[in-house]
């Protein structure tokens, strides 16, 4: 064993004692953690990924509301699926979600795996999620690292290699898993991830109160707000939507994006994509716009440019409404009317979703 793992073993079992006496007497009552049921832990440690608890635990109750078990989830439309996952953003894992039903019901009987080499074989499963679940629900020795995890450790041993480097996730992984109690990794795990989301917070940890103030490395030092240290992230592209609303009588197009692109398959309405922000004139030339609303369409604007911030993308998106001067339109195949009290039965992304909240629709 290396000089890293005894003085983790060391300190790791007071930090581990102090950690569950804390968790005990601190912890959040949430619903999955009154079950040993592989797919509801699954299913809210999907929805909590980069989500606040306080946000993701009314998806998680219509989620189990709607999809008692693992099958009836698969054996759902996809749709069905986007509609209730609207708001969280990453529709990517919703749609992992739904391969991950359908191959635990074809190939496991229905019945969601607890060990963790299996789990990893599951769409949208990496090793967090894995580990997390492996240990709530079969107490599996498996350390979990997630941001909390990853805000603690670096904090109370003074780790500065940035942790979404290779070498920073070889060493987080080395002490949390030196850290693990392996009799109770259940415990252990839930009281690390408490303790970072409610206490060591990112902003204003509570270190005044903190159990940990004579031993932990950041507040000693004054380092507290430095730690933990994250590679920067790539430069984001910016991407311009120019959304056209046509209603008709009680009816308005509506479009369904396609594959290869953010938002696949959830519905937004007909989009005009510019390499820069287009005045109302230079819209109403624009190519597209004249081969499918003709010249004698007039448009006003709806909702002026609004940023939504994607990961590696920003979207400028100003909504204008579309007026016809009885000309027919040219519809892409992807176009359709939906009568507007059917648009909330249709899965929207969460620009569309928002602007329908704000507008008259």
């Known amino acids: 064993m290396n000089k890293l793992g005894k003085i983790c073993i060391f300190v790791g079992m007071i930090f581990g004692a102090e950690l569950q006496a804390w968790y005990l007497q601190h912890k959040r009552d949430l619903p999955w953690r009154e079950t040993k049921n592989a797919y509801k832990i699954w299913l809210s440690e999907i929805i909590l990924q980069q989500t606040r608890v306080e946000q993701g635990l009314p998806y998680y109750l219509r989620f189990v509301e709607r999809f008692k078990t693992v099958v009836d989830f698969a054996n759902a439309n996809e749709d069905d699926i986007l509609h209730l996952w609207q708001g969280l953003g990453y529709y990517s894992r919703g749609r992992n979600m739904h391969k991950a039903a359908g191959i635990v019901r074809d190939q496991y009987d229905g019945v969601f795996p607890v060990d963790y080499k299996t789990l990893l074989t599951l769409p949208g499963v990496g090793e967090y999620t894995a580990a997390a ?126 594959g290869g692109d953010v938002w696949q398959n959830l519905y937004e309405f007909p989009l005009i994509e510019s390499d820069r922000t287009l005045s109302i004139p230079e819209i109403l030339e624009h190519e597209l716009f004249v081969q499918h609303f003709g010249h004698t369409a007039n448009i006003n604007i709806l909702q002026k440019q609004t940023k939504h911030v994607l990961s590696h993308q920003n979207i400028y998106a100003t909504f204008f409404e579309v007026r016809l001067a009885g000309s027919l339109i040219q519809k892409k195949s992807s176009w359709d009317y939906v009568f507007l009290k059917d648009l909330d039965k249709l899965a929207k992304h969460k620009l569309i979703f928002t602007f329908l909240e704000r507008s008259n629709f």
Do not use: W
Request: glycine content about 4%; overall charge positive; hydrophobic content about 40%.
């Open 133 to 258: 679940i492996s240990s709530f629900a079969n107490n599996e020795a498996q350390a979990v690292l997630d941001g909390n995890v990853f805000r603690v450790l670096s904090r109370y041993y003074g780790i500065n290699i940035p942790i979404n480097s290779t070498e920073g996730k070889k060493v987080f992984a080395t002490i949390a898993k030196e850290n693990l109690d392996q009799q109770q990794p259940a415990l252990y795990n839930q009281a690390i991830m408490d303790f970072g989301a409610i206490h060591c917070k990112p902003k204003q940890p509570l270190c005044a109160s903190c159990m940990f103030r004579a031993s932990c490395y950041a507040l000693l030092q004054g380092e507290v707000d430095q730690l933990p240290v994250k590679l920067k992230a790539k430069a984001s592209k910016d991407r311009y939507f120019n959304y056209l609303i046509l209603k008709d009588d009680n009816r308005v197009l509506m479009s369904k994006r396609g």
